[in-house]
């Protein structure tokens, strides 16, 4: 079936690194993205990774796909009070072209 | 260039009322795609258009929900009656020309059913 789990809530200290991991289903998924929520605000979309790829980085984000394992993670380094939002993990569904999402990680970043 | 817009941001409404959604895709996207994210939980599709044609509306719960898009521009979503398990943010993206383009999100419409 269509399912994308994360870990619900991650607290970390200002500076410190981030890393909200996320785990899906469908090995055939072209894309893997990441859209980040902040209080009252949309979604935004932060990042994403092709499938062929096993790394991306942008700027303080870093992206790992372990497709065998079908494990997805965000890194954030230096992480700032600012990034203290929800963060969805979602896998492109090729053969219907919806998101299947997780159900966000919260992250709280501790001054 | 503007993004995707959504109205109301906000609408508390009666069970048993009817309430309609706005979602303005960003312009020249032909996919729209209405989500929504019940009670905190994982955000979940239930439509997506390519111009005016509904290409998969496998995700919309049940018959008290109709989505519109007449001229492929901006789309409706109508929720009639109401019941209080349609509360929830509803959120529309949109791609661009081919459906495995990026979708845009639009800051979504809460909707509370009392």
């Known amino acids: 079936g269509e399912d994308v789990e994360q870990s619900l809530f991650l607290s970390v200290r200002e500076g410190d690194s981030s890393v909200i991991n996320c785990t899906y289903t469908?090995?055939?998924?072209?894309?893997l993205y990441w859209y980040k929520q902040e209080p009252g605000a949309g979604l935004q979309l932060l990042t994403y990774i092709f499938s062929n790829m096993d790394m991306k980085q942008d700027q303080r984000l870093t992206v790992l796909l372990n497709k065998k394992d079908k494990h997805l993670s965000l890194r954030i380094a230096d992480t700032q009070t600012g990034d203290s939002a929800i963060y969805f993990c979602?896998?492109?569904?090729?053969?219907?072209?919806?998101?299947?999402f997780g159900s966000g990680t919260r992250l709280l970043v501790r001054p | 260039e503007a993004g995707v817009t959504q109205f109301p941001s906000h609408s508390v409404i009666e069970k048993g009322q009817t309430v309609t959604l706005r979602c303005d895709p960003i312009s020249g996207h032909d996919n729209l795609y209405w989500y929504r994210r019940v009670m905190g939980k994982e955000i979940k599709f239930l439509l997506h258009f390519v111009k005016e044609s509904k290409q998969d509306e496998s995700g919309m719960p049940n018959n008290r929900f109709l989505a519109e898009r007449t001229g492929g521009t901006y789309s409706t979503l109508k929720v009639q009656p109401a019941e209080l398990e349609d509360s929830g943010v509803y959120f529309c993206?949109?791609?661009?020309?081919?459906?495995?383009?990026?979708?845009?999100f639009g800051p979504g419409t809460r909707l509370t059913v009392l």
């Open positions: 993206a949109s791609s661009q020309g081919t459906p495995v383009d990026t979708q845009y």
């Open positions: 979602a896998e492109f569904m090729d053969s219907s072209y919806k998101l299947i």
């Open positions: 469908d090995s055939s998924s072209t894309y």
